[in-house]
């Protein structure tokens, strides 16, 4: 009775009914918006850093990271990789044995990071193979040869099939040294790799550190939507706690989570500024609603209708037009979103080379993270709610005879 | 004849007491004098060494041979020999320098001042602990400390402290020296703040090359627990002609 009183009510007057709904519509669609890009920036920024470094996360020698030391490496083992690979939630692990030389050609020298890893695997996750601006990818974990970064090539002043040299320290004091040749050239978009990296294939980094069979690292890579908060405590109860350490991205880099909490932090006061004008937008919608109709109140009173049902009507009326507007809202977040997602937005120019400083693809993703999606509308569809009670207010304090008169 | 009697006996007692002050005197031996008998036990005009290295750690150890050349205080070289990973790596000390020739990557080094105090090799000795620039005679003014028993062996315990002008990382050195061989059977690095740093034992005296020898060194870092280095010389030739112009650059590459 009541629902089909204020579904008649609120299209009387379609105009106004309209408006509003066009307000929550807009309201969620910003909000919906303005958050999944920020959190598609976000998650793809975490994906690109993540991936050519330490990936989403690692597992270690326990130890190994208060002191990165050759000494604190482990040994492959069979059993922990597969246990890793029968997780639903893991895409790729990478072994890698990471580790600090010499680097020289002809009259250069300089400090380095050495990153043994596997080549196909690395192609596969971070198609390595794409970023090669000079020569060609090492292809094999055989490879007798190694990938350098672009600016430590620059600064050797070495080109693609020369040889380098490399010297560092082994594992249990024994010495590091090799010859490789350069294979090929890559550009990596974070400044601190490209002028410091050398890849290699793992064995070879292996042998060469006399560390045969020996990781520094497991990487594990996820799917970007997937939590680490939530997987890093299922793995802890599966691997061996007292000779592993598992540890996330959050804690290798925490400069990056710092970074984002933030920006993030700045980003929810701009959504807060913009949650206000919308509270505002629908305030005065309402206002005038109530303004509109306070003679038809009075009428309604007059006559016999409780004010407690009347106000009844008011709250379905105004949660109606809301739920509209939200649902509306979300069709339309939906399809910018996956119009973006489709056609992701490219930057150029200036704004490109400064992601690209960052080491981010200069690309905008959408994030079509469904939790966006409810918290996003959940808050409107509140905020709508709380603003009814003017209304209801103004109904239940109305003198009919004044209303009427008015 | 009654007059030369008292003579005689005199004469005869001190023919008795001579021989009892010479040793007091031996005895007495300067500081200094220990410490150059000792120095000169250790060191030939020129050394050919077979030696063992072994690094012991808390949860490790290794071990490497090498063959080491030396000639004075100016010149020395070591070969590692095994294991095969180094093998055919030199080290040359000329004077000041110190080269290494690394055969894999065919790159003879000269080691920056920087890397002195680094590690030699993995071991609790260091680069520095190579070139031996101070001279334990020359360098340091010694005192005697008493004598203090040292693996059943009475010894001079003798304090070093480095001359101002002498390039010595130590505030002091404090050496026990064997009385009966002259051989230095333990010292005891201390640094500028007085705090012990270094333990260095040397035992197992044996005779090779034709003379006796502390055959086993062992170098003890006191800050970490568990780290020693043990010298071990298997074999010892002293005092072979070696020309100086083995010790070159160029003849690190070819040596056997």
């Given at each position: 009775?009541?629902?089909?009183?204020?579904?008649?009510?609120?299209?009387?007057?379609?105009r106004?009914?309209?408006?509003?709904?066009?307000?929550?519509f807009?309201?969620?669609?910003?909000?919906?918006?303005?958050?999944?890009?920020?959190?598609?920036?976000?998650?793809?920024?975490?994906?690109?850093?993540?991936?050519?470094?330490?990936?989403?996360?690692?597992i270690?020698?326990?130890?190994?990271?208060?002191?990165?030391?050759?000494?604190?490496?482990?040994?492959e083992?069979?059993?922990?990789?597969?246990?890793?690979?029968?997780?639903?939630?893991?895409?790729?692990?990478?072994?890698?044995?990471?580790?600090?030389?010499?680097?020289?050609?002809?009259?250069?020298?300089?400090?380095?990071?050495?990153?043994?890893?596997?080549?196909?695997?690395?192609?596969?996750?971070n198609?390595?193979?794409?970023?090669?601006?000079?020569?060609?990818?090492?292809?094999?974990?055989?490879?007798?040869?190694?990938?350098?970064?672009?600016?430590?090539?620059?600064?050797?002043?070495?080109?693609?099939?020369?040889?380098?040299?490399?010297?560092?320290q082994?594992?249990?004091?024994?010495?590091?040294?090799?010859?490789?040749?350069?294979?090929?050239?890559?550009?990596?978009?974070?400044?601190?790799?490209?002028?410091?990296?050398?890849?290699?294939?793992?064995q070879?980094?292996?042998?060469?550190?006399?560390?045969?069979?020996?990781?520094t690292?497991?990487?594990?890579?996820?799917?970007k939507?997937?939590?680490?908060?939530?997987?890093?405590?299922?793995?802890?109860?599966?691997?061996?706690?007292?000779?592993?350490?598992?540890?996330?991205?959050?804690?290798?880099?925490?400069?990056?989570?710092?970074?984002?909490?933030?920006?993030?932090?700045?980003?929810?006061?701009?959504?807060?500024?913009?949650?206000?004008?919308?509270?505002?937008g629908?305030?005065?919608?309402?206002?005038?609603?109530?303004?509109?109709?306070?003679?038809?109140?009075?009428?309604?009173?007059?006559?016999?209708?409780?004010?407690?049902?009347?106000?009844?009507?008011?709250?379905?009326?105004?949660?109606?037009?809301?739920?509209?507007?939200?649902?509306?809202g979300?069709?339309?977040?939906?399809?910018?979103?996956?119009?973006?997602?489709?056609?992701?937005?490219?930057?150029?120019?200036?704004?490109?080379?400064?992601?690209?400083?960052?080491?981010?693809?200069?690309?905008?993703?959408?994030?079509?993270?469904?939790?966006?999606?409810?918290?996003?509308?959940?808050?409107?569809?509140?905020?709508?709610t709380?603003?009814?009670?003017?209304?209801?207010?103004?109904?239940?304090?109305?003198?009919?005879?004044?209303?009427?008169?008015? | 004849?009654?007059?030369?009697?008292?003579?005689?006996?005199?004469?005869?007692?001190?023919?008795?007491?001579?021989?009892?002050?010479?040793?007091t005197?031996?005895?007495?031996?300067?500081?200094?004098?220990?410490?150059?008998?000792?120095?000169?036990?250790?060191?030939?005009?020129?050394?050919?060494?077979?030696?063992?290295?072994?690094?012991?750690?808390?949860?490790?150890?290794?071990?490497?041979?090498?063959?080491?050349?030396?000639?004075?205080?100016?010149?020395?070289?070591?070969?590692?020999?095994?294991?095969?990973?180094?093998?055919?790596?030199v080290?040359?000390?000329?004077?000041?320098?110190?080269?290494?020739?690394?055969?894999?990557?065919?790159?003879?080094?000269?080691?920056?001042?920087?890397?002195?105090?680094?590690?030699?090799?993995?071991?609790?000795?260091?680069?520095?602990?190579?070139?031996?620039?101070?001279?334990?005679?020359?360098?340091?003014?010694?005192?005697?400390?008493?004598?203090?028993?040292?693996?059943?062996?009475?010894?001079?315990?003798?304090?070093?402290?480095?001359?101002?002008?002498?390039?010595?990382v130590?505030?002091?050195?404090?050496?026990?020296?064997?009385?009966?061989?002259?051989?230095?059977?333990?010292?005891?690095?201390?640094?500028?703040?007085?705090?012990?740093?270094?333990?260095?034992?040397?035992?197992?005296?044996?005779?090779?090359?034709?003379?006796?020898?502390?055959?086993?060194?062992e170098?003890?870092?006191?800050?970490?627990?568990?780290?020693?280095?043990?010298?071990?010389?298997?074999?010892?030739?002293?005092?072979?002609?070696?020309?100086?112009?083995?010790?070159?650059?160029?003849?690190?590459?070819?040596?056997?």
């Amino acid at each position: 009775m009541f629902l089909k009183l204020a579904w008649l009510n609120i299209w009387r007057n379609k105009r106004r009914t309209l408006i509003t709904t066009a307000s929550v519509f807009f309201a969620v669609l910003l909000a919906v918006a303005t958050r999944s890009m920020t959190d598609g920036i976000y998650v793809n920024m975490i994906h690109n850093v993540v991936s050519y470094s330490s990936g989403y996360l690692q597992i270690h020698q326990k130890g190994y990271w208060d002191e990165q030391s050759i000494d604190n490496t482990f040994e492959e083992n069979k059993e922990l990789t597969q246990s890793l690979l029968d997780n639903q939630d893991i895409q790729h692990i990478m072994p890698r044995l990471e580790t600090f030389a010499l680097a020289s050609y002809a009259e250069k020298t300089k400090g380095v990071l050495i990153l043994g890893i596997d080549p196909e695997k690395e192609k596969e996750v971070n198609k390595l193979h794409e970023k090669v601006v000079e020569g060609n990818y090492i292809e094999t974990i055989n490879d007798n040869a190694v990938v350098i970064g672009e600016g430590l090539a620059s600064q050797l002043k070495l080109k693609a099939n020369d040889t380098i040299v490399l010297l560092g320290q082994g594992y249990h004091a024994s010495s590091a040294a090799g010859k490789y040749r350069v294979k090929g050239i890559i550009k990596l978009g974070s400044p601190e790799l490209n002028n410091n990296i050398v890849y290699m294939p793992i064995q070879r980094a292996q042998s060469m550190h006399g560390a045969e069979n020996r990781l520094t690292a497991i990487s594990i890579m996820l799917d970007k939507s997937s939590s680490i908060e939530t997987l890093k405590p299922s793995l802890e109860k599966e691997i061996d706690t007292d000779t592993y350490e598992i540890m996330s991205w959050k804690e290798m880099m925490p400069e990056m989570d710092q970074f984002i909490t933030a920006d993030s932090t700045g980003h929810y006061i701009i959504i807060g500024v913009l949650y206000l004008i919308i509270s505002f937008g629908l305030f005065g919608t309402l206002m005038m609603m109530t303004f509109e109709r306070s003679r038809e109140f009075g009428i309604l009173i007059a006559i016999g209708m409780k004010k407690r049902y009347l106000a009844v009507i008011l709250l379905l009326e105004s949660l109606m037009i809301s739920l509209i507007g939200c649902l509306a809202g979300i069709l339309g977040g939906i399809l910018i979103v996956q119009w973006f997602t489709k056609y992701p937005v490219h930057f150029t120019g200036e704004l490109q080379e400064i992601y690209e400083n960052y080491g981010i693809e200069p690309i905008i993703y959408f994030s079509s993270d469904e939790k966006i999606f409810i918290t996003q509308t959940l808050i409107v569809l509140l905020l709508s709610t709380i603003l009814t009670f003017y209304p209801c207010f103004k109904v239940m304090k109305l003198k009919p005879i004044e209303a009427i008169n008015s | 004849m009654k007059e030369i009697r008292p003579s005689k006996y005199v004469l005869g007692m001190a023919l008795l007491i001579f021989p009892l002050f010479a040793m007091t005197i031996q005895q007495e031996l300067s500081a200094t004098a220990v410490i150059k008998k000792a120095d000169e036990n250790m060191r030939g005009k020129t050394s050919l060494a077979d030696i063992t290295i072994k690094i012991i750690r808390p949860t490790w150890s290794r071990e490497m041979n090498m063959k080491a050349w030396s000639k004075g205080d100016d010149y020395s070289m070591i070969l590692i020999k095994s294991p095969a990973k180094e093998k055919g790596t030199v080290f040359l000390k000329r004077v000041k320098e110190v080269w290494n020739w690394i055969p894999s990557i065919e790159r003879n080094i000269k080691l920056p001042p920087s890397m002195m105090s680094q590690s030699w090799m993995g071991t609790d000795f260091t680069n520095d602990d190579l070139v031996k620039e101070a001279s334990s005679v020359v360098d340091y003014t010694h005192q005697h400390l008493g004598k203090e028993t040292m693996a059943g062996k009475a010894c001079y315990k003798i304090e070093m402290i480095p001359k101002p002008t002498a390039a010595i990382v130590w505030e002091k050195v404090i050496v026990w020296i064997d009385v009966e061989d002259f051989l230095q059977l333990k010292a005891e690095f201390y640094d500028e703040d007085g705090a012990l740093v270094n333990i260095m034992n040397s035992g197992d005296v044996k005779e090779i090359g034709g003379r006796k020898i502390t055959s086993k060194i062992e170098m003890i870092p006191v800050d970490k627990e568990g780290n020693s280095t043990w010298i071990i010389y298997n074999d010892i030739l002293f005092d072979e002609e070696i020309k100086d112009d083995f010790f070159t650059t160029r003849n690190m590459k070819q040596l056997k």
